[in-house]
């Protein structure tokens, strides 16, 4: 029975590299290590009921089985007649089918954009505005003493970053572990990540924005006016600012709550300034909590393809960026792209109404490992291999750290790897044979 | 002041981007050369004929030119980009980026503007006679110093981050704006009629004044006593107005924010 160790899990931003798999008959049997999450993942890949397996075309309004040819060469048809076409998803899939991508964006002079523009885009816009200090999650394991999680929850979200990195373990400098470290959570609700907290900050909702300027009005040496800022009394405000300034290495996690909350990029602008006004008094940096595990590496290979971490139009021939503009869910809103490829995402579960409403009515090509309510309006649709369990790759960790995932088991008969399926539809798309080095593969 | 007609045709859904609807650029061309100019709608380009009719007087130098588009062009971009002298008249509402980088002449919008209106806007004047959308004399993402000179009229409303990094120049929108009106602002004047919260969020410098009222201030801005009929970076106000400092949030702020009782 083949036992992997050292496996890494590719659900979350965590990326936790420390699981065992045992495989039988090319089935998973036992996963060692991992979250609840990442285990349902990893076991999932068995259940080959629930998985796409045959390539499909909707041929008279019904999605019917054909040959992954034929497929790919109605997906290729769709995207090469199309004006503006829209390339969105990648970031549960890895970097090299990303870069290959990205380079079939630039071939066909459509727009590429990533599920970065509805979690962390926010961050990237405030990261051009005001910088980033950031660190790595091994500084935070083996340094930091004081921890915050705003407008985050990792207990459900990331479930190990708690264990592995932020407050449970014993790092370099911090023996005790949990003892030496204190844990500090802001949000608009008790979490079950409030729950285990040394404090908890109720702040309310929609008010980040204050809450973070009135901190940064005491870090400052400003006095307040008010009696509370946004539902925090003024002496907990003061004493939450005195604890920043004066812990030894602080780090500030921030999720969702701060980036799709009222304010969006400006929370995280003045968040980023706190900390940047912190580091006058101590050793402050700040973390945002990435959801898909390779939406970092998107922002990556994106940045050294195009320079630009996401949202690129390549409809002129260069790179053009300006979220606002090119970012696919305002794109689909204006009703501007004629054509779609979607991969290793499910936007018509996740985007706004009006956003699905135009996708429903161009030809849509999907890419994914098992269906979702974006495959059945579909009009192609490409069943693929699970990377990091039936595929190889590349991934950023949310700290920017790469990390190669690990193929543990072969994929369902004739379903090729997200790499491999942009890479023939690439050629189909420039007219060139695929080359042979893939086909072996 | 000649005058050159661009009536439009059907517009693409795609957006059209047509940054030669210039002065500058039409300035000492034929109107079959004008016609022939390059516009750009998804992966494709076009003439700016096959949009628009074009018709009229060409000049030789662009400040002696009147383009006036008559009629709406809502899917239409950048018009008058990098304008330096002239002027533009849109008969209708116009998309995205009018105005920007624009350093002389006047721009004229009888209709709306979309958002990144006079976005970096170095001179000159954009008067639009109906609402504009967000980031109204913006700058460009990750730019700190945004317009610098010239002025803009907004008779309507605006959206938010009104006048984004305003580093100089004057910006007045007559209706209400949105949230974060005038964010790290730095130097210039922003004049809005009704704010609703985070007026003047992180600006460090210029002022801001508001005349029909703001729903929440930022607990950065410190109250500085009240004035009557002030004069504001060279404009005269009338009325007894509330002074504030700010953004305390941020270190050294020499920001001022009026707010009229």
Known sequence: MPRYTDVICSFCGTLCDDIEVSVEDNRIVDVKHACRIGTAKFLSSNDLEHRLLKPMVRKNGKLVEVSLEEAIERAA??????VKPLLYGWSSTCCEAQSVGIELAEELGGVIDATVTVCHGPSVLAVHDAGYPGCTLGEVKNRADLIIYWGSNPMHGHPRHLSRYSIFPRGYFRERGQSDRELIVIDVRKTDTAKIANKFVRVNYG??????????????GGELREE?????????????AEKMMNCQFGVLFFGMGLTQSYGRHRNIDNAICLVRDLNVHTKFVMQPMRGHYNVVGFSEVLGWQAGFPYAVDFGRGFAWYNPGETTANDVLQRGECDAALVIASDPVSHFPRKS???????????I?????????????????????????????RMDSVPLRLR??????????SDEEIMRRLLAKVRGEAPKLEVEAR | MREVVLTPKEQPPYGLIAECISCDVFAGRSIEEIEALPVYYGNRQGKLGDFFDVAGEPADKAGELRIIIEGDVTKTRWIGRDMSAGEIVIKGSADMYVGAWMSGGRIVVEGDVGTFSGMQMRGGELHVKGSAGDYLGCSYRGEWRGMSGGRIVVEGNAGAEVGQNLNGGRIFVRGSVDTFAGVRMKKGLLVVGSAIDRVGAQMTGGAIVVLNGVQRL??????????????????????????????HAERNARGVLYIKV
Not at chain 1, 207 to 220: M, P, T
Not at chain 1, 228 to 240: Q, T
Not at chain 1, 407 to 416: H, I, N, R, S
């Open chain 1, 207 to 220: 008010e980040d924005y204050e809450l973070i300027s009135a901190l940064r009005k005491v870090v400052n």
């Open chain 1, 77 to 82: 048809e769709i995207l090469k007649n199309a």
């Open chain 2, 218 to 247: 930022l607990p950065g801005f410190d109250p500085a006593g009240d004035v009557e009929n002030p004069e504001i970076e060279g404009e005269s106000f009338e009325g007894v107005f509330r002074k504030y400092t700010g953004d």
């Open chain 1, 356 to 366: 699905v409403e135009h996708l429903a009515k161009i030809p849509l090509v999907a």
């Open chain 1, 228 to 240: 509370s800022v946004a539902g925090v009394p003024k002496e907990e405000i003061i004493a939450l």
């Open chain 1, 368 to 396: 994914d490992i098992h269906p979702t309510p974006t495959t059945q309006i579909a009009d192609v649709v490409i069943p693929s291999a699970i990377a990091g369990i039936e595929a190889e790759g590349t991934a950023y």
């Open chain 1, 407 to 416: 193929k543990v088991k072969e994929p369902p008969e004739g379903v090729l």
